[in-house]
C-alpha cells in the first residue's frame, strides 16, 4: 500500500488508531498579501501525518476573512491540502467540514474510545461491533480571533474561554481537551453555556471536543459520531 492511500485511509478510521484530526497552517501569523498552505493531519496528542486532500471526502473547505468567504485552493491527491491567499494581516479562520463517512470497530474499541474521550455516559448498543457514521468539523485561526463558520459542531475561543456549540447552541458538560504542541494538556467540561475556560499560555494549541448521539431508529448504523477541532497560537 502507497503511502498516499495509508494515510486516506488512516483519516477515514478515528477510533481504531489515530484519534485526532485538525488543520495546521504553515503559519499562524501570516502577513499581509501573503500565500500559506493548509495541511490536514491526523494523529494523537498533537503528532501525526499529513492527509493529502482528496475532494469526494471533503463538505466544504473555506477560508473567512474581512474580505468574506472563499473556497480554499489545492491539488488533488496532494499535501499540503490547501493553500490560502490572506489579504489582510490580523483575522482568519480555515474550516474544514468532512463529509459524513460509515465506520464499524469492535465493541472493546468503541468502550475504549468512550473512556478516552470522556462519554463514559454511553453504552455500547448491542453485544456485538459498534456501527458508527462520523463527521469532522476542524478550524485553525490565522491571525488573532476567532469567527464563527455556523459548522453544525464547532468549537469558538475568545481569551482562554473556550465555547462549543452543536446546532448553533451551547452544548453542556461537554468534555474539551486543549494540547499544546510541546506536550502540556489541560482538560475540563462545559458549564450548561458551553463553556469552559483554560490558561493557555505561549504556545501552539490544539483544542478538540467528539459529541457522540444515538442513531435515529431503523437506521443501519448505531451512532453518529461528530469530532471537532480548533488550532492556534498564542
Given at each position: 500500500?502507497?503511502?498516499?492511500?495509508?494515510?486516506?485511509?488512516?483519516?477515514?478510521?478515528?477510533?481504531?488508531?489515530?484519534?485526532?484530526?485538525?488543520?495546521?497552517?504553515?503559519?499562524?501569523?501570516?502577513?499581509?498579501?501573503?500565500?500559506?498552505?493548509?495541511?490536514?493531519?491526523?494523529?494523537?496528542?498533537?503528532?501525526?501525518?499529513?492527509?493529502?486532500?482528496?475532494?469526494?471526502?471533503?463538505?466544504?473547505?473555506?477560508?473567512?476573512?474581512?474580505?468574506?468567504?472563499?473556497?480554499?485552493?489545492?491539488?488533488?491527491?496532494?499535501?499540503?491540502?490547501?493553500?490560502?491567499?490572506?489579504?489582510?494581516?490580523?483575522?482568519?479562520?480555515?474550516?474544514?467540514?468532512?463529509?459524513?463517512?460509515?465506520?464499524?470497530?469492535?465493541?472493546?474499541?468503541?468502550?475504549?474510545?468512550?473512556?478516552?474521550?470522556?462519554?463514559?455516559?454511553?453504552?455500547?448498543?448491542?453485544?456485538?461491533?459498534?456501527?458508527?457514521?462520523?463527521?469532522?468539523?476542524?478550524?485553525?485561526i490565522v491571525g488573532t480571533t476567532d469567527i464563527p463558520l455556523g459548522f453544525r459542531f464547532e468549537i469558538l475561543i475568545?481569551?482562554?474561554?473556550?465555547?462549543?456549540?452543536?446546532?448553533?447552541?451551547?452544548?453542556?458538560?461537554?468534555?474539551?481537551?486543549?494540547?499544546?504542541?510541546?506536550?502540556?494538556?489541560?482538560?475540563?467540561?462545559?458549564?450548561?453555556?458551553?463553556?469552559?475556560?483554560?490558561?493557555?499560555?505561549?504556545?501552539?494549541?490544539?483544542?478538540?471536543?467528539?459529541?457522540?448521539?444515538?442513531?435515529?431508529?431503523?437506521?443501519?448504523?448505531?451512532?453518529?459520531?461528530?469530532?471537532?477541532?480548533?488550532?492556534?497560537?498564542?
Amino acid at each position: 500500500m502507497n503511502r498516499a492511500l495509508f494515510l486516506i485511509l488512516l483519516a477515514c478510521a478515528p477510533i481504531a488508531g489515530a484519534h485526532d484530526f485538525w488543520i495546521e497552517p504553515s503559519t499562524f501569523r501570516p502577513a499581509a498579501s501573503s500565500t500559506i498552505t493548509a495541511s490536514l493531519r491526523v494523529g494523537e496528542n498533537f503528532k501525526g501525518d499529513s492527509v493529502p486532500r482528496r475532494t469526494p471526502r471533503i463538505e466544504s473547505f473555506i477560508v473567512r476573512d474581512a474580505e468574506g468567504e472563499r473556497v480554499v485552493a489545492g491539488f488533488e491527491d496532494r499535501d499540503p491540502a490547501g493553500v490560502v491567499r490572506i489579504e489582510r494581516e490580523g483575522t482568519a479562520v480555515i474550516g474544514y467540514r468532512g463529509k459524513p463517512y460509515p465506520h464499524q470497530i469492535s465493541r472493546a474499541k468503541f468502550e475504549q474510545f468512550l473512556h478516552e474521550e470522556g462519554l463514559e455516559n454511553l453504552r455500547p448498543r448491542g453485544n456485538g461491533a459498534q456501527r458508527e457514521r462520523f463527521q469532522r468539523f476542524a478550524k485553525s485561526i490565522v491571525g488573532t480571533t476567532d469567527i464563527p463558520l455556523g459548522f453544525r459542531f464547532e468549537i469558538l475561543i475568545e481569551g482562554n474561554v473556550v465555547r462549543v456549540l452543536y446546532e448553533k447552541k451551547p452544548l453542556a458538560n461537554a468534555h474539551v481537551a486543549a494540547l499544546s504542541r510541546d506536550g502540556r494538556r489541560l482538560a475540563a467540561r462545559t458549564d450548561r453555556e458551553g463553556r469552559v475556560t483554560f490558561n493557555l499560555d505561549k504556545g501552539v494549541w490544539l483544542i478538540k471536543c467528539v459529541h457522540v448521539l444515538p442513531a435515529p431508529q431503523n437506521a443501519d448504523y448505531e451512532w453518529n459520531s461528530l469530532w471537532a477541532s480548533l488550532t492556534l497560537e498564542r
